[in-house]
């Protein structure tokens, strides 16, 4: 078992930078794949980003591509999600997302096995 806990979440201007933060605790990071998805109003949760456990590898949905960055510090057991140049579009509950022993591309495809609460991004046009 591990647990999520988002921050960072918070209201930007369109074109403007926030960096999302999810501190795990519990079973050892490195064991995990580490990825976010989000959920807008009405819609379905979707894939945003997601690290390989050594921090290699990175996955990215292509409406985030060249905007959005994964990085992980297994140190501090802690993934990050850099996102730059926000739109409206993107706003949505963030949720950090675990799957033990597997890859990000498996994240993408089949989705985690652990997730955190949220964090709210607003975006305001």
């Known amino acids: 078992q591990v647990q999520l806990v988002e921050s960072g979440g918070g209201l930007v201007e369109a074109g403007g930078s926030l960096r999302l933060s999810c501190a795990a605790s519990?079973?050892?990071?490195?064991?995990?794949?580490m990825g976010w998805f989000r959920q807008a109003p009405g819609k379905e949760r979707e894939f945003v980003a997601a690290?390989?456990?050594?921090?290699?590898?990175?996955v990215q949905a292509d409406s985030v591509k060249g905007r959005f960055n994964i990085s992980r510090d297994n140190d501090k057991s802690t993934v990050y999600l850099e996102m730059n140049d926000l739109q409206p579009e993107d706003a949505a509950v963030y949720y950090c997302?675990?799957?033990?022993?597997?890859?990000?591309?498996?994240?993408?495809?089949?989705?985690?096995?652990?997730w955190g609460k949220g964090t709210l991004v607003t975006v305001s046009s």
């Open positions: 997302a675990a799957r033990v022993y597997s890859t990000p591309v498996t994240m993408r495809t089949n989705g985690a096995e652990f």
């Open positions: 519990g079973r050892i990071f490195s064991t995990y794949v």
């Open positions: 690290i390989s456990r050594g921090g290699v590898t990175t």
